[in-house]
């Protein structure tokens, strides 16, 4: 595999997780990596009765939607990253993170708990089709390579 180019990674880097682009600048030939880190996935319920509600009102309720999740996902993340956390995945209403390094399960842990504290400070989320309260489910996986 030719070696990829700071040209090249500028043009993905809307698109892809910093930590691939990081490999590709460290190693472009390898194609597979274990690592030791933690995964912790972060699901929030109650947007899809939302997103309902707003997709009557078109475009001006897809913007909405849009608005809600972006701001709401600034302040989760920013959870996330001040205990050392990476994103490698957003869809959604879903965020997938990453935890690298020293104490890595324990700051993964951490984040989580931090990002449901966050959640519920924040409280129902108002709209113009109303509001809703919203959940976080989350998913943690340790792995050692």
């Known amino acids: ?28 030939e390898r194609t597979a990596r274990s690592i030791d880190g933690t995964v912790v996935f972060v699901d929030i319920s109650g947007f899809t009765a939302l997103s309902e509600r707003l997709a009557r009102n078109g ?23 001040g205990n050392g956390g990476m994103l490698i995945k957003f869809g959604g209403d879903a965020l997938l993170l990453l935890f ?11 984040a989580a708990y ?22 976080m489910s989350v998913g943690i996986q340790k792995s050692e390579s």
């Open 1 to 28: 595999m030719p070696t990829v180019t700071t040209a090249e990674t500028g043009l993905l880097t809307p698109h892809m997780p910093r930590l691939v682009l990081r490999w590709l600048n460290e190693e472009p």
């Open 59 to 81: 475009r001006v309720g897809a913007e909405e939607i849009t608005e809600i999740l972006g701001q709401l996902f600034t302040r989760l993340l920013a959870v996330a990253y």
């Open 100 to 110: 690298e390094g020293d104490d890595h399960a324990r700051r993964g842990a951490r």
């Open 114 to 135: 931090g990002m449901r504290r966050e959640l519920r400070a924040v409280g129902s989320v108002s709209s113009s089709a109303g509001s809703v309260r919203l959940r």
